[in-house]
Protein backbone atom coordinates (compact mmCIF):
# COMPACT_ATOMS: atom_id res chain seq x y z
CA UNK A 1 0.00 0.00 0.00
CA UNK A 2 0.96 3.88 -0.75
CA UNK A 3 0.76 6.03 1.45
CA UNK A 4 0.48 9.91 0.68
CA UNK A 5 0.27 12.51 3.80
CA UNK A 6 -0.72 16.37 2.80
CA UNK A 7 -2.40 19.34 4.75
CA UNK A 8 0.82 20.55 6.74
CA UNK A 9 1.99 23.84 6.54
CA UNK A 10 2.84 27.33 8.50
CA UNK A 11 0.33 28.16 11.21
CA UNK A 12 0.78 30.83 14.53
CA UNK A 13 0.75 29.13 18.00
CA UNK A 14 -2.98 28.11 19.00
CA UNK A 15 -3.62 27.56 15.64
CA UNK A 16 -4.97 24.00 13.87
CA UNK A 17 -4.09 22.27 10.98
CA UNK A 18 -6.21 18.78 9.73
CA UNK A 19 -3.54 16.23 7.97
CA UNK A 20 -4.70 13.35 5.77
CA UNK A 21 -3.27 10.30 4.91
CA UNK A 22 -4.51 9.19 1.54
CA UNK A 23 -4.14 5.37 0.61
CA UNK A 24 -3.50 3.78 -2.76
CA UNK A 25 -3.11 0.31 -4.20
CA UNK A 26 -4.49 -1.69 -1.02
CA UNK A 27 -7.58 -0.89 1.62
CA UNK A 28 -6.97 1.07 4.17
CA UNK A 29 -9.51 -1.25 6.23
CA UNK A 30 -6.62 -4.23 6.72
CA UNK A 31 -4.12 -1.59 8.58
CA UNK A 32 -3.84 0.22 11.91
CA UNK A 33 -2.80 3.63 11.11
CA UNK A 34 -0.62 5.48 13.21
CA UNK A 35 0.49 9.08 12.55
CA UNK A 36 4.48 10.18 13.65
CA UNK A 37 6.57 13.12 13.80
CA UNK A 38 10.07 13.62 13.21
CA UNK A 39 11.68 17.43 14.43
CA UNK A 40 14.76 18.64 13.37
CA UNK A 41 17.87 16.62 14.98
CA UNK A 42 15.60 14.49 16.90
CA UNK A 43 14.32 11.05 16.64
CA UNK A 44 11.49 10.44 14.61
CA UNK A 45 8.34 10.01 17.91
CA UNK A 46 4.96 8.12 17.87
CA UNK A 47 1.80 10.74 17.90
CA UNK A 48 -1.00 8.33 17.71
CA UNK A 49 -2.46 5.88 16.21
CA UNK A 50 -6.20 4.32 15.42
CA UNK A 51 -7.50 0.82 14.88
CA UNK A 52 -8.78 -0.73 11.99
CA UNK A 53 -12.54 0.31 12.72
CA UNK A 54 -11.57 3.39 14.04
CA UNK A 55 -13.05 2.03 17.93
CA UNK A 56 -9.70 2.27 19.69
CA UNK A 57 -6.85 5.48 19.38
CA UNK A 58 -4.10 5.68 21.63
CA UNK A 59 -2.19 8.99 21.86
CA UNK A 60 1.20 10.31 23.06
CA UNK A 61 1.01 12.37 26.36
CA UNK A 62 2.33 15.30 24.34
CA UNK A 63 -0.51 15.46 22.33
CA UNK A 64 -3.37 13.92 24.45
CA UNK A 65 -6.42 16.30 24.42
CA UNK A 66 -5.18 18.87 21.65
CA UNK A 67 -5.07 16.07 19.04
CA UNK A 68 -7.80 13.50 17.02
CA UNK A 69 -6.92 10.35 14.91
CA UNK A 70 -9.66 9.54 12.52
CA UNK A 71 -10.16 7.31 9.69
CA UNK A 72 -13.03 7.07 6.68
CA UNK A 73 -11.93 3.65 5.11
CA UNK A 74 -14.48 4.00 2.47
CA UNK A 75 -12.34 7.37 1.44
CA UNK A 76 -9.65 5.14 2.37
CA UNK A 77 -8.06 8.10 4.23
CA UNK A 78 -6.85 8.57 7.78
CA UNK A 79 -6.75 11.79 9.24
CA UNK A 80 -5.05 14.06 12.15
CA UNK A 81 -6.96 16.90 13.42
CA UNK A 82 -4.21 18.95 15.45
CA UNK A 83 -5.47 21.87 17.72
CA UNK A 84 -3.91 24.32 20.13
CA UNK A 85 -0.68 24.26 18.39
CA UNK A 86 2.91 24.92 20.15
CA UNK A 87 6.56 25.68 19.00
CA UNK A 88 7.04 22.31 19.65
CA UNK A 89 4.59 20.49 17.87
CA UNK A 90 6.81 21.70 14.65
CA UNK A 91 8.80 18.76 12.51
CA UNK A 92 7.51 16.81 9.64
CA UNK A 93 4.23 14.29 10.34
CA UNK A 94 4.70 11.01 8.40
CA UNK A 95 1.41 8.22 8.68
CA UNK A 96 2.12 4.35 8.77
CA UNK A 97 0.32 1.51 8.04
CA UNK A 98 0.22 -2.06 9.85
CA UNK A 99 -1.50 -4.82 10.55
CA UNK A 100 -0.60 -4.74 14.13
CA UNK A 101 -0.98 -1.94 16.53
CA UNK A 102 1.81 -2.97 18.58
CA UNK A 103 4.54 -2.85 15.44
CA UNK A 104 3.26 0.46 14.67
CA UNK A 105 3.48 1.56 17.80
CA UNK A 106 7.25 0.72 17.66
CA UNK A 107 7.71 2.62 14.42
CA UNK A 108 8.66 -0.51 12.57
CA UNK A 109 5.80 -0.60 9.83
CA UNK A 110 6.54 -1.76 6.20
CA UNK A 111 4.00 1.47 4.54
CA UNK A 112 5.62 4.68 5.59
CA UNK A 113 4.10 8.32 3.81
CA UNK A 114 6.74 10.80 2.51
CA UNK A 115 5.65 12.84 5.06
CA UNK A 116 3.77 16.57 5.85
CA UNK A 117 6.14 19.63 7.10
CA UNK A 118 4.30 21.43 9.83
CA UNK A 119 5.70 24.59 11.35
CA UNK A 120 4.01 26.73 14.42
CA UNK A 121 5.03 29.98 14.94
CA UNK A 122 5.57 31.84 18.51
Known amino acids: VQLQACGGGLVQAGGSLRLSCAAS????????MGWFRQAPGKEREFVAA????????TYANSVKGRFTVSRDNAKNTVYLLVNSLKPEDTAVYYCAADTRLQRLMMSRSDYWGQGTQVTVSS
Open 25 to 32: GGTLSRYV
Open 50 to 57: ITWNGSST
